[in-house]
């Protein structure tokens, strides 16, 4: 079977690769088995100068590795950029932090030493994604790494370029041979991986239909699992925000990745007092929008990853159209070569019309309008999704304790959501199970041993 890599700005083919067989794949994981036993027996400050050098060589080929993004998915070269910046950024992070992060905790008991230690479990499993084909495979891998823990990468097929680049990030850092593996692979072959006697867990970020097909296997073979699986987050405007300052991070947090970003805010619910100023700023915002090349360094917005993204988008604009919606700006694809849809702002949008019901991947901004502060907090725990929120007033307490009411697993006031490596990242609900990043994401691949000496 081939995997084909295509510049979604262009429709051109990059490059074609052929799937790894099952003895090749099988190779792999017994690779990683042995390594892991190599790898876990290391001290901590050895792995962690491992993550230094890691973080080195990411930064020494940040153009190759932000272009191989950017003519893979369509990420604008800006972001492409700094997404490499940002796994640098958390290899150093973990570096500084995993002394603190891993150190056994002393328990106060009947005897004269207890204490409880984090271990490594083994061969992790990382089913990724292709809308942040670096970040989103390196925010699982690394933590994982740090405990002692080896990781193998089956990436997107949208994405093998990439794929392959972070495994010679590793090697071009120099660490131990196997410790970090891609494969490519066909979607069976994923569960036949989770199965596999060597794999000891499995992190998946994609589809909910994706993470019950992983979850399901990964129970059935009683095997660790961390799942995001996307969201629906809201971007509540209250009466007392910065209405221009809220426009502006809500076109800024639409667009990122060309819309196609799990936290990115989805759905923006305003209170009817300062409902049309916010409006007439959101419209303006988005207009502002460069859309165009995506290796043009003063473009905003690119295309969407493949037809498929652009076509599922349409029809998601379309049926709500259909059931009364209205556009303020933007509404259809662009008639120019490539995956491109204008940046839309969609009104007198009611919540279950699709565009605020379902995920949407892509430029789009549905605006639904609330009466106050308690009709907001209801709409926006009113989905099945609960990953990211934004709140916006100028009120610090106020914020706080909006933030404290909605059911999410991350709550940004007067910012937009990003993820960040201090902090736990994942959701609630249908936003998946787990956490990745800080000392949480330290834990989820880790054996949580008590030891009690009498």
């Known amino acids: 079977m081939k995997v084909i890599s295509t510049n979604p700005a262009t429709g051109q083919v990059n490059k074609e690769f052929d799937t790894f067989s099952k003895e090749q794949i099988d190779g792999v994981c017994r690779a990683s088995r042995e390594a892991f036993e190599e790898w876990r027996g290391l001290e901590l400050s050895d792995r962690t100068e491992y993550m230094k050098k890691l973080a080195i060589a990411l930064r020494a080929k940040r153009e190759e590795y932000a272009r191989s993004m950017t003519i893979e998915m369509g990420k604008p070269i800006r972001q492409s950029l700094a997404e490499i910046e940002k796994c640098a950024w958390t290899a150093d992070v973990y570096a500084d932090n995993a002394d603190r992060w891993l150190a056994d905790e002393i328990v106060q008991a009947e005897a004269k030493k207890s204490f409880v230690t984090l271990q490594p479990l083994g061969v992790i499993l990382n ?24 990781s193998i990468l089956r990436h997107s097929n949208s994405v093998p370029i990439s ?5 010679n990030a590793f090697v071009a850092a120099g660490f131990p041979p196997n410790v970090f593996r891609t494969v490519i692979t066909d979607h069976d072959e994923v569960k036949r991986l989770i199965r596999s006697k060597f794999i000891d867990g499995v992190s998946l970020t994609g589809s909910l239909e994706a993470g019950m097909d992983v979850g399901a296997v990964a129970g059935k073979n009683v095997k660790k699992v961390v799942l995001e699986l996307g969201g629906s987050d809201p971007f509540i405007v209250l009466e007392d925000a910065d209405i221009q300052a809220a426009a502006q991070k809500a076109a800024e947090s639409r667009n990122v990745n060309s819309g196609q970003s799990c936290i990115a805010a989805k759905r923006f619910i305003v209170v009817k007092s300062v409902a049309d100023e916010f409006t007439r700023s959101l419209v303006a915002c988005m207009q502002k929008q460069k859309v165009g090349d995506p290796m043009d360094m003063i473009t905003d917005t690119g295309p969407m990853a493949n037809k498929k993204q652009l076509e599922t988008l349409e029809d998601q604009v379309k049926r709500s159209l259909d059931v009364g919606a209205t556009i303020a700006c933007g509404g259809k694809r662009m008639q120019t070569n490539g995956y491109f849809y204008e940046p839309t702002v969609l009104t007198n949008v009611k919540p279950n019309m699709p565009v605020a019901k379902e995920e949407v991947f892509g430029p789009v901004a549905p605006v639904i309008v609330v009466k106050n502060e ?31 009411a909605i059911e999410a697993g991350m709550v940004y006031v007067n910012s937009m959501v990003v993820s960040d490596p201090r902090f736990p990242f994942g959701g609630v609900k249908a936003s998946g199970v787990g956490r990745e990043l800080s000392r949480y994401g330290l834990l989820e691949f880790a054996n949580i041993k008590s030891v009690v000496i009498k």
């Open 127 to 150: 089913v990724m994604p292709w809308n942040f084909p670096f970040w989103q495979a390196l925010r699982c891998a690394i933590p994982s790494l740090v405990v002692g823990n080896v």
């Open 374 to 404: 308690i009709e907001a907090i209801k709409l926006a725990n009113n989905s099945s999704f609960g990953l990211g929120a934004s709140v916006w007033t100028k009120d610090a307490g106020r914020g706080e304790r909006v933030a404290r």
């Open 163 to 167: 794929a392959m680049a972070i495994e």
